[in-house]
């Protein structure tokens, strides 16, 4: 007995904490006695498979694409103005890892708005530095599906968005 998933084969999927994925397609395996239906979820990027309970997907945080609209919400979030707070790093640096591990994109904008840094300004540490790209980063991949154009230009496109806020 298959269940019906509402992910099909060659569907681009985002999963919280690794990003933008492939499905691949469904498998069949016995775990612990019992016979379990997999969605088999390719994550280019980190040469990484997942595979998730056909029947869990949903509760994972398994998503399809944003919607353009979600995506403009996101990219109205980057134009804004940075929140500056002045708590200590390592709090600030935990909020922003959930953020980006959320999966949500106007999380993840904010992540980015926050952790960007003019090149006239002071520089970054380099956690900061690395924060700032795994969250552009998370964030361009899903906008370059949406926009059919390819990570690097998405990253520029992204960066001119702020720039020219």
Known sequence: MTKK????SGDYVVYPTHGVGLIKGTESQEIAGT????LVIDFEQDRMTLRIPVGKAKNSGLRRLS???????????LKGRARVRRT???RRAQEYEAKINSGDPVSIAEVVRDLRRP?????????ERQMYQAAIDRLAREFAKIEQIDEDAAVTKLEKLMDAA
Do not use: V
Not at 67 to 77: F, G
């Open 88 to 90: 200590m790093w390592s």
């Open 5 to 8: 998933s509402e992910f099909q």
């Open 119 to 127: 090149s006239n300004q002071g520089d970054q540490s380099y956690s």
């Open 35 to 38: 016979q379990l239906d997999l």
């Open 67 to 77: 919607s353009r609209k979600q995506m403009d919400a996101a990219i109205a979030k």
